[in-house]
């Protein structure tokens, strides 16, 4: 569990961020999680010195780590990239309307359009350079009213971003670190098209899929988000007005498209995308559905939120997906970035997203080791 933020000694502070190194580990750790591997790649470092920069941060309260797999991946201390995200937010649109008060909270007196109104957080959508969304309160206004120990590392990174000559540099090879993340994906889905079906996909309980069906229905406009090969579409096209199917894999949209050609379905479309940035209008579905796809998100939050933004008003989004487990070996063996999730998990991702009557339960166990679970979570967007 991440824990806040807060701001250590003053001294130990400024003694660690003195080095400019460690302030373009910072940097680089403001917008993504990255592992010392990816590290090295962007710094042209050695390891060992990584690492010891890494620790030192650790122990300043800057830096915290997550376990995947065998290796570790580092972003900034809980709450503080949401801070500074607020705060770059607020800045820039303070800019807008002309007044650049960095510590006037809350806002500058304007709000920011076109956001939703919602009780507690509400979140834009992130930006094409993928920076982290940043949560808003009612009316669109920032919900950070109070200036910490944030505001202060905002500012030093802001400067350091300016002086330090491989900033900008740094801050390019990060796309190329992720990308790799993701082809690394994208390939093994590409290596399988064709033959999904009759590999062993954990979590694909045709049970589960029932007991979603059976919750909701009519003739509706549908978003399959992470469709694979499409056979999922397909059975929601029998009753569907529409089946937009969404998939990063441009093998498996050849295969969706042939299968519903050769069975005749003309109601299901085929769109290459990421489900994190959903290829798909505002409000153009009635259903979002998540079938064993959320896992492969890199970040399962933004592919919630996205989820909320094509929904129309009084629209629903259903997701089926595995129970948090240990089964290492499902990295790779099918590209699982997430070892599934637990109902509280995403029942707090689904309400931070805006959706509202959220319920989770597990409707499916299979007997074999290592007895995936299959969860199911459905949510509805407010008319």
Request: charged share 25%; hydrophobic share 40%.
């Amino acid at each position: 569990m991440y824990q806040r933020f807060a701001m250590p000694s003053i001294v130990k502070f400024l003694r660690v961020v003195a080095d400019p190194n460690r302030l373009r580990i910072l940097l680089l750790l403001r917008g993504e999680e990255l592992s010392v591997a990816e590290m090295q790649e962007i710094l042209a470092m050695g390891q060992s010195t990584i690492s010891t920069h890494l620790s030192q941060l650790r122990q300043a309260g800057l830096v915290e780590d997550r376990r995947t797999g065998k290796s570790s991946l580092y972003r900034l201390t809980g709450t503080a990239v949401e801070e500074i995200a607020v705060l770059n937010a607020h800045e820039l649109n303070c800019a807008e309307n002309g007044v650049l008060k960095r510590h006037d909270f809350p806002g500058c007196g304007k709000t920011h359009s076109g956001k939703q109104e919602a009780s507690g957080h509400d979140f834009s959508r992130a930006d094409s350079a993928g920076k982290p969304a940043v949560p808003l309160g009612p009316e669109g206004r920032s919900s950070f009213t109070t200036p910490t120990a944030s505001s202060f590392l905002h500012d030093l990174l802001a400067r350091a971003a300016a002086e330090i000559p491989e900033a900008a540099a740094d801050q390019a090879a990060i796309h190329s670190v992720v990308r790799k993340r993701q082809d690394k994906m994208r390939s093994f889905f590409d290596s399988v098209a064709g033959r999904l079906g009759r590999d062993y996909v954990p979590g694909q309980s045709w049970k589960g899929v029932a007991e979603a069906l059976l919750r909701l229905m009519p003739p509706m406009v549908i978003a399959d988000l992470g469709a694979g090969e499409g056979a999922f579409a397909l059975l929601l096209a029998q009753s569907a007005k529409k089946v937009i199917a969404v998939d990063t894999s441009a093998k498996m949209i050849e295969v969706g498209c042939e299968q519903a050609l050769r069975h005749g379905v003309k109601n299901v479309e085929y769109r290459l995308g990421d489900m994190e940035e959903v290829p798909i209008e505002d409000g153009e579905a009635d259903l979002v559905f998540f079938s064993q796809s959320l896992h492969h998100a890199l970040h399962p939050e933004r592919a919630i939120h996205e989820a909320y933004r094509i929904l129309k008003s009084g629209g629903r989004v259903a997701i089926l997906d595995l129970v948090k487990h240990r089964f290492e070996e499902a990295r790779e063996l099918y590209a699982d970035e997430w070892l599934g999730f637990s109902g509280p998990e995403l029942e707090a991702m689904m309400e931070k997203a805006g959706f509202s009557q959220v319920q989770t339960s597990v409707v499916h166990k299979e007997p074999e080791t290592p007895q995936f679970q299959t969860l199911l979570a459905v949510g509805s967007k407010a008319g």
